[in-house]
């Protein structure tokens, strides 16, 4: 019995020196591996089997399935990774169609042991929608009736979309008058605002959608300034790989509309108006020289953007971001370009703005303005020549009134007085008086020396001098009449000039109104 128990201890002993010999000799082989461990979810809608590979700092791998999962189900699961190796988790559907590889790195893992980390094993959506290049979206906005105003806009406004956000409500209302100077393409006064002329109507209301998924580097080789406007809006918007874009905008038209009982050639009989347009009037020294510089406008109908909006999604691809975390993405699509992810489930609003005014325009009315001066100085030198015509009337009165006082001869020579109560004496019958009348001649002096030659030579001397005094007046009605008949004449010839043909807006249309657009800065309040 002794000798078998001592048998038995004999093998116990040299079975426990191999069992310590093959650990020390496997010792460097696991002497690295550190179990992790992994909690590994199915965020699919159909069963899975999990994989996990492990690549080996060597060049190696080894690939094992893991387990089982139902849709939604998770598990934690230990793997024992070494020093220098990377582990990576997958899964495959009934259909083959592969999860998203997840990958860790021991280095990473190892600096928190103790953490569970999180595996969703993600099977991407198959994508439909096809990608466009910028100069593709760009060819849709220019096509699209109401939002291809976006490819207007100029690289200074563009650079932040605020050429819009400027005209914000910032214009003045329609019926407003501003007077500019195309050489320097600033006001010259003050704008009108508009008084009883101030009437708009909603003429025109649009709208339009647009949708497009776009890659950035997409861009098409033809014409590179094409889709300049999308390209500078995903600066602004900082779109640095893959957009899902959805336009929305409405347009309105308001325009100016007369009252009823006027219309808008009425505009400058508006006494609101008149001391603005002398003001105007003063500016023009010379308007046959100046006539193309300056313009008076009548902002008539502006092109408003009720709302616009622009919403967006971005994509990435999967590694274009280091410290992207996989518990983050929303939505994982396979498309054309490879598996994509999105942060957000829903659009964001990248951009909107409510009630800018696009583009104003306005009636041109520097033909009828300088018309209207031609008209001003017209009227201002027939008034004057009125005034003249009145004087000399008054003249031609005073002086027959001072001929029948100097008549030398009234019993040869009977005139007609003039009615001292009559404020306004006609003068047909001293015209009449006048074409008949001579002067009188001057008599000879009696050249006795008689006592009565004394006399006869006195009564002499009175007549002669009332005679001189007699000619004197009726050379001057005449005079005055030759003057009064070229005054009639100038006011003749004045009242029939037509001034209006002077200048026109419009070289086949002259005298009517010609709408153009305006720049925004000139109508934009400052």
């Known amino acids: 019995m002794k000798t078998t128990a001592n048998y038995y201890k004999s093998a116990l002993k040299a079975i426990s020196k191999i069992l310590l010999l093959i650990i020390f000799l496997l010792s460097p082989f696991f002497a690295g591996a550190i179990g992790f461990k992994f909690k590994i979810k199915n965020t699919a809608k159909t069963n899975v089997a999990v994989f996990y590979r492990i690549n080996k700092k060597s060049g190696g791998f080894k690939l094992k399935t893991l387990m089982n999962l139902k849709p939604g189900e998770e598990k934690v699961k230990e793997v024992s990774v070494e020093k220098g190796d990377t582990v990576a988790f997958y899964g495959q559907d009934a259909e083959d169609q592969t999860s998203v590889t997840v990958k860790r790195d021991f280095a990473m893992l190892d600096q928190n042991k103790s953490t569970v980390y999180y595996i969703p094993i993600i099977i991407p959506e198959k994508q439909t929608s096809n990608f466009e290049s910028l100069e593709g979206l760009s060819v849709k906005l220019e096509h699209n009736k109401v939002l291809n105003f976006l490819l207007k806009m100029d690289s200074s406004s563009m650079s932040s979309l605020s050429m819009l956000e400027n005209n914000f409500q910032n214009v003045y209302p329609l019926g407003t008058f501003i007077f500019v100077d195309t050489k320097t393409n600033r006001l010259l006064l003050p704008p009108l605002e508009p008084s009883f002329w101030n009437n708009s109507e909603n003429y025109l209301t649009i709208q339009d959608s647009l949708y497009a998924m776009v890659n950035k580097e997409q861009r098409g080789m033809a014409n590179a300034q094409v889709g300049y406007f999308v390209a500078k809006m995903f600066d602004s918007l900082r779109v640095n790989n893959t957009a899902e874009l959805e336009f ?121 303005l300088f018309n209207g001066f031609k008209n001003n100085v017209k009227n201002k030198i027939i008034a004057e020549t009125y005034d003249n015509q009145h004087k000399i009337i008054a003249a031609i009165v005073d002086e027959y009134k001072s001929l029948v006082a100097y008549n030398p001869d009234p019993v040869r020579l009977s005139l007609q007085a003039i009615d001292p109560k009559d404020a306004t004496p006609s003068l047909v019958p001293i015209e009449t008086t006048v074409n008949n009348l001579s002067p009188y001649t001057a008599m000879a002096s009696d050249t006795t020396k008689s006592a009565n030659a004394a006399a006869n030579n006195y009564k002499v001397d009175t007549y002669n001098n009332k005679v001189k005094f007699f000619n004197s007046h009726l050379k001057e009605i005449n005079s005055l009449m030759r003057e009064l008949d070229q005054t009639n004449n100038d006011l003749a010839k004045i009242s029939q000039t037509n001034p209006d043909k002077s200048f026109s807006s419009t070289v086949n249309s002259p005298g009517l109104l010609k709408e153009i657009e305006v720049n925004s800065q000139i109508v934009r309040k400052q």
């Open 248 to 368: 929305k905008a409405k347009l309105s038209l308001i325009r100016w509309k007369p009252s009823a009982e006027a219309d808008i050639y009425q505009i400058f009989n508006d006494k609101a108006v008149e001391a603005f347009l002398q003001n105007c009037y003063a500016q023009i020294d010379n308007p046959d020289q100046e006539y193309q510089r300056y313009r008076l406008y009548f902002l008539s109908s502006y092109e408003r953007i009720d709302d616009l909006e622009i919403y967006g999604k971005q994509f990435y691809n999967f590694g274009n971001e280091a410290d992207l975390s996989l518990s983050t993405p929303a939505q994982v699509f396979s498309t054309s370009l490879g598996v994509m992810y999105t942060k957000n489930k829903t659009l964001s609003n990248y951009y909107s703005v409510q009630g800018a005014v696009l583009r104003t325009k306005a009636y041109d009315f520097t033909s009828l």
